[in-house]
């Protein structure tokens, strides 16, 4: 079975400069996360998706920070303008419908100059 | 703000050593899940307790849950360089949304 899919591995960027990330779920999974990981911390939830509707982005920073999830299946999270308390790990992490356990990406380590 | 704690923040025990790990979380849970993370990886699911259950084995981990307390514990048995890695506790407040602590980072030296 195949995994969470997650690109790009690293990113390197200059603040105020834009981001976007991709995630592509296991098949089947309708529910869908963007985690946010700041060195030393736990994951931070930032936006739950139920197929391709919001279940919960009340931790999204929404002035700089969006995500979709177009057709239910692969998700982007973007940054625009990013910051330099935005460098962390990005984890995607899915959910099968009824399912209790989360399935993770390898994540995307962003780094902003 | 994060719903669990671990303690203690990192651990560092020699090759067959048990490692004992505890959490605590703030409100009412439905259940309470451990995750593992290896350096530079995503997390991975290691076992689910709960909440009407008080102590779950699964290979080398052992977890007991105290509702009472609002806490739990991972062990981990004759430990292995391989469990060299940040452990995560999450609790499933509502249904649908999980929320980590900030971890335990544990070493097993050889």
């Known amino acids: 079975e195949a995994g969470v899919a997650q690109s790009p591995r690293y990113k390197i960027i200059e603040k105020r400069q834009s981001v976007a990330f991709w995630c592509n779920p296991i098949?089947?999974?309708?529910?869908l996360y963007w985690y946010q990981q700041i060195l030393g911390q736990g994951p931070k939830l930032l936006i739950q998706?139920?197929?391709?509707?919001?279940?919960?982005d009340s931790q999204l920073p929404k002035d700089r920070f969006s995500a979709e999830r177009l057709k239910g299946v692969d998700s982007t999270l973007k940054i625009q303008p990013a910051k330099l308390e935005d460098s962390a790990v990005y984890l995607c992490?899915?959910?099968?419908?009824?399912?209790?356990?989360?399935?993770f990406g390898s994540g995307t380590q962003l780094s902003v100059l | 703000s994060q719903q669990g704690e671990e303690d203690p923040q990192a651990l560092s025990i020699q090759e067959g050593e048990n490692a004992t790990m505890n959490c605590s979380y703030k409100?009412?849970?439905?259940?309470l899940q451990w995750y593992r993370q290896n350096s530079g990886r995503g997390l991975v699911h290691l076992i689910l307790?709960?909440?009407?259950?008080r102590e779950k084995h699964s290979g080398r981990l052992r977890v007991t849950l105290d509702t009472s307390k609002k806490s739990s514990s991972l062990l981990i048995t004759a430990s292995r360089a391989a469990d060299t890695a940040s452990y995560f506790c999450?609790?499933?407040?509502?249904?649908?949304?999980?929320?980590f602590g900030a971890g335990t980072t544990v070493t097993v030296r050889a």
């Open positions: 992490a899915s959910k099968e419908t009824g399912g209790e356990k989360l399935f």
């Open positions: 098949s089947g999974h309708a529910t």
């Open positions: 998706f139920q197929n391709n509707g919001v279940v919960d």
């Open positions: 409100t009412s849970i439905n259940n």
């Open positions: 307790i709960r909440s009407n259950e």
């Open positions: 999450a609790t499933f407040v509502v249904d649908y949304k999980l929320s």
